[in-house]
């Protein structure tokens, strides 16, 4: 008898003919004889719903209360999923975060896992019983309801495998799995049948989110074994999974690419000790995300600093850097919202020199201008102009091979 | 400083808009310096949406999964007017049933609060918090989620006014209180500024609800003043208290009517000991309420028996009762939907003769036929034709002289 911890997202529940089907697909593993535990999310957009109702309340929102009310998203698909397996004679039990034993610190609406007391879940498995598990939340040390950040129902679907110790972790999702690019802008783009955790890692924080960078990480953790697939179809997923497991170890693995990035630079920034950190700072207290940032080679003492963010914060920014920028005494800015990123993902660039220059030349080779480079043992990042970016995505597959199979 | 249990029913926080009105209402309250426990219910028509959603999966739903779901409703009401008393500085917290420590017995659906653990609430109170408990649901000794039946939510504020020991708990609805009869029917009806628990209890189960029958029920054990009061304006409205605090007792207090009755007849039912529990243990499995009964003088060793029940289980019902009369033996059946209950309540009636016959008298001097009879310590009612309802309500509300204020 096998253990599956299985989590279906929000679109694979989005209606009740939907949840029927995943209903069919967990009794088909549970009528062989195995146990199984699902992660939900909230129905389709019932947490978007739920999230414009509270905002046309306030825009200062107290955080309990918004946890408080976001997880009953999560409760009504598990109760809904439970009754769909009932009606075909599937015995199933729905719980709430809390009453699965999901305690999480208090940061309400980023809450970290901290313990799974998995007694209840087991009391149920030993009964027969397939547990449903309201994904995304938690109970806080005080006894409130918090959740996990968005996606967290992968993260909680991750947790509860290495906890269980389950010999099966599968995310259903609304794709296949993980691809050598996006197969929207790259027809010959490949799905990858596995992949090192930190290169998914990189790849989801890349913007290629397929499976959450925290439940990435929760896996690297563990040593989870994790299964992307669809939800709608039965074609073989991605395996997420340590190095040393994968029978390949590729250069690049993949090309990623990201559009929502602006490009922010600041002039002349006095060379002094703290300066980086002032600026930094003062973005971090307004929330804004900084990405790659470069700093260019000293003028006399005066430097430039670059950076990027993401371009859905650009407005509130700009108000802040035209502060930061008579702050520290820099003699102005500049900006662009017409940059882009792309990626390339590559357990075995570190063992591999010239990886780096064979992704400028491939970009040179198109005349694609690079405005920043970023660079991580398993990853090269760069800035180029937005209208470019699909021939970068096209360029970088073909210069790396990606076409041709693994 | 006093202490207020005031609960807010789904229609008072159907919008946001009333949701942002109930807060207001809260904050005055607060304001003077007293703490606020509010109980609410689920928002407008949540609970139907969510049941028709279950309804559509299967019609043999697991109870325990029905409450998990539909106890959601409840939670984001709850949530929302924290976010709403927030947002006007009036600091708040939102609990659930288990959080709220409304500890239940496990009958899902219809589950009986056991204890109540207050310590939560008490610790909140004290830091100042207005306390927004989520109504209408428990939790299980399993830990379970549980609900207390449609109306539920009047349960749970009088059951914390009663444990908390309020000074006062009051229930906001959409109407001013109670009245002496349905004010769309009667032009001169009068709201009651006082009754008793006996008598809400007979007037809420005769149909004439604005307080659930099992929250006055609990008003009573409890002995728990609690006032029915309108969400809409700051008209005064219907104190529910013991007999021996009014100030007078009536003979009659109200007229009640009910036109959800259909009533059914079976002829020469064999005049054998166990016949009449047979008959009504079935009605009984097949979950129809029956609720007058009357047994005609016996004609040789057979007997007539006639009973009512609710018209919309009447398609159920006559199937039933046609088996019924084949597994007793009876000679035949006959119904009619077009029957209606008008009844007289009053605590005073106990220790007044002649209120029946004062009764029947005013319905014969408008030629209204009584079908059927029946009587309690303080209430009497008849099974009329249904399109003469208005005018028994009308000549009963005269004849008993409701008209003529208090």
Known sequence: MSLWVTKFGGSSVGSLERISRVA????????RGDNVVVVVSAMGDTTDELLELAWNISNDLPARELDMLLATGEQQSAALLA???????CPAVSLTGWQAGIESDSQYGKALIMNLDTRRINRELAQGKVVIIAGFQGISPDGDITTLGRGGSDTSAVALAASL??????????VDGVYTADPRIVDSARKISSISYEEMLELASLGAVVLQPRAAEFAMLYNVDVEVRSSF????????????K?????????????????RIALFDVPD??????????ILADHCINVDMVIQSAMRDDRNDIAFTIERN???????????IVIKIGASGMSFSTEVAKVSIVGAGMQSNRGVAAAMFDALARQDINIHMIS??????????????????VKALHKAFHLDEGE
Chains 1, 2 share one sequence.
């Open 24 to 31: 069919q697909r967990i009794a088909e593993i549970k009528n």
């Open 233 to 244: 179809n039965n074609n073989p997923g991605t395996l997420i999974t340590e190095v040393a």
């Open 313 to 323: 914060e650009f407005n509130k920014a700009r108000h802040v850097v035209n502060e």
């Open 165 to 174: 110790k389950a010999d099966h972790c599968i995310i259903y999702t609304d």
């Open 246 to 262: 994968m029978e390949k170890q590729r250069v690049v693995s993949g090309i990623a690419h990201d559009t929502n990035v602006a």
């Open 375 to 392: 660079t991580s043992e398993i990853k090269i990042s760069c800035i180029i102009d937005e209208d470019r970016i699909e021939d970068a």
């Open 272 to 281: 002094q000790p703290g300066v980086a950190s002032i600026i930094f700072k």
């Open 83 to 89: 009754m769909a397996l009932a009606s075909i004679n």
